[in-house]
């Protein structure tokens, strides 16, 4: 054999592989890091929408039912029904979740003493409360009030026999009854890790379609079934003293329980919630160990909170969105002459700065202060015809090394409080804009 055919690769043909192989593997590896970066680039900004898209949902759900088988302003109202010789809309007892029961409350700035490190970016953070019927969308008919059932209660007895209750049942389970009760439960006391303690208000429509707002007795063991076959389900209210169930005899044949042989009375259920920015720590201590607020990295994130009947917030709220940084809401309302014959609408748009007016037309529901009385007619927050909210979110960590440009629309959150620029310390945010227009108060005019 040909000694020259045997003959391998020389040093430099190695040397030169080595090398073309070395540039080629940088190369790979230098598009890696770009694809690495890019992903994570990509992951944070998706984790960014996720946080605002699930905000303005929400918000934008319980928003639509603001008032729903509810009142636009308890205190306004003409249709809730008061004891002979009161002044003002009454049964409420103790009950200040009624008085300040409605549509919807805003707190212009009511989140910032919960997130300093935001006002300090120059964003700012209202609170809102929402008023409805959040979980149903049926009122229940009722067959009969049993005044002073239990101790400290009223029994009102649900109609069996109605297609309100036939969409609760399942027929398939091996307890119906059971699960009926649970269905109910959970419609009436939403909360389901509240404490059985903790009181919820309804509302009872009698045969004039004039209401009355109740609390519930118990918590959920307000729900529950009682004698017949199938068993009945009842729901339980308090009977003290300014919380009881009015009678006709009470109202002076204005509205109220007519009897038991009279029908045409309803029940449904009402909730009272309350949106919110701040740390787990301050708002959801239950929860503050699974991702505490640092200095270095203070973590704020929007909760939603049950109210009782008594208007205190619920333990163990409802984290809805992390990483928020700010929410303002601002009002379009109807300022037309009240009584007016053939007046049209005259719609005015409040802005969230207008701190002012917002508390004119939306804030003074909680009884402290006296509606104001102006030429336009009443002014509170049943004269609300829609919302216009505005949710902010920034992404989990500090990922840019500049503030943003001069006249730019693009915002940066400096996130430990002391940004120096040439250091990740900035965070990049979205803001989300959107009008919700409220149903339930069209054509609402007191």
Excluded at 88 to 99: D, E, F, I, W, Y
Excluded at 150 to 156: N, V
Excluded at 296 to 314: E, F, Q, W
Aim: net charge positive.
């Amino acid at each position: 054999m040909n000694r020259s055919s045997r003959r391998g690769f020389t040093l430099i043909e190695i040397l030169v592989s080595l090398a073309a192989g070395g540039l080629v593997l940088v190369g790979l590896l230098a598009l890696s890091k770009n694809a690495t970066q890019a992903f994570n680039e990509e992951a944070r900004l998706a984790s960014l929408q996720n946080s605002v898209r699930a905000a303005t949902l929400r918000l934008q759900s319980d928003l639509a039912l603001a008032s729903y088988l509810s009142t636009p302003n308890f205190r306004a109202d003409p249709r809730i029904v008061r004891p002979r010789g009161a002044a003002s809309n009454g049964n409420v007892g103790t009950l200040a979740g009624a008085r300040r029961l409605s549509g919807l409350r805003i707190v212009p700035n009511g989140s910032d003493v919960n997130v300093p490190r935001s006002v300090a970016n120059n964003y700012r953070s209202d609170a809102i409360e929402i008023g409805g019927n959040l979980t149903g969308s049926d009122p229940f008919v009722v067959l009969d009030v049993q005044l002073g059932a239990s101790a400290g209660c009223d029994r009102i007895v649900l109609n069996m026999d109605t297609p309100a209750i036939w969409r609760m049942r399942d027929p398939s389970a091996a307890d119906p009854n059971a699960v009926l009760v649970t269905r109910l439960q959970n419609l009436f006391v939403p909360a389901t890790r509240d404490a059985d303690g903790a009181n919820h208000l309804v509302r009872f429509v009698d045969p004039t379609g004039r209401s009355q707002y109740l609390s519930t007795c118990r918590g959920r063991a307000s729900v529950v079934a009682v004698g017949g076959v199938p068993a009945a389900v009842a729901i339980d209210v308090t009977a003290g003293v300014g919380n009881r169930i009015l009678t006709t005899a009470d109202t002076g044949g204005i509205g109220g329980w007519p009897g038991r042989s009279v029908g045409g009375c309803t029940i449904n259920p009402v909730h009272l919630v309350r949106y919110e920015i701040g740390p787990s720590n301050v708002l959801a201590p239950a929860l503050a160990g699974l991702e505490a607020s640092t200095e270095a990295n203070p973590k704020y994130d929007l909760y939603r909170s049950y109210l009782d009947a008594t208007g205190v917030a619920i333990a163990n709220p409802e984290l809805v969105a992390e990483y928020m940084v700010g929410m303002r809401f601002g009002v379009t309302v109807d300022s037309a002459t009240l009584g007016a014959p053939g007046t049209a609408s005259t719609l005015t748009r409040i802005d969230a700065s207008d701190t002012a007016a917002l508390v004119t037309w939306t804030a003074q529901v909680d009884g402290t202060a006296a509606l104001p009385a102006a030429a336009n007619g009443s002014q509170g927050p049943h004269r609300v015809r829609s919302v216009t909210m505005e949710v902010s979110a920034r992404v989990p960590f500090a990922d840019r090394d500049r503030p943003e440009p001069a006249g730019s629309a693009v915002r940066r959150y400096c996130v430990p409080g002391n940004c120096v620029p040439g250091t990740l310390t900035y965070a990049r945010t979205r803001s989300v804009s959107m009008d919700v227009a409220l149903p339930n108060h069209a054509g609402v005019f007191y």
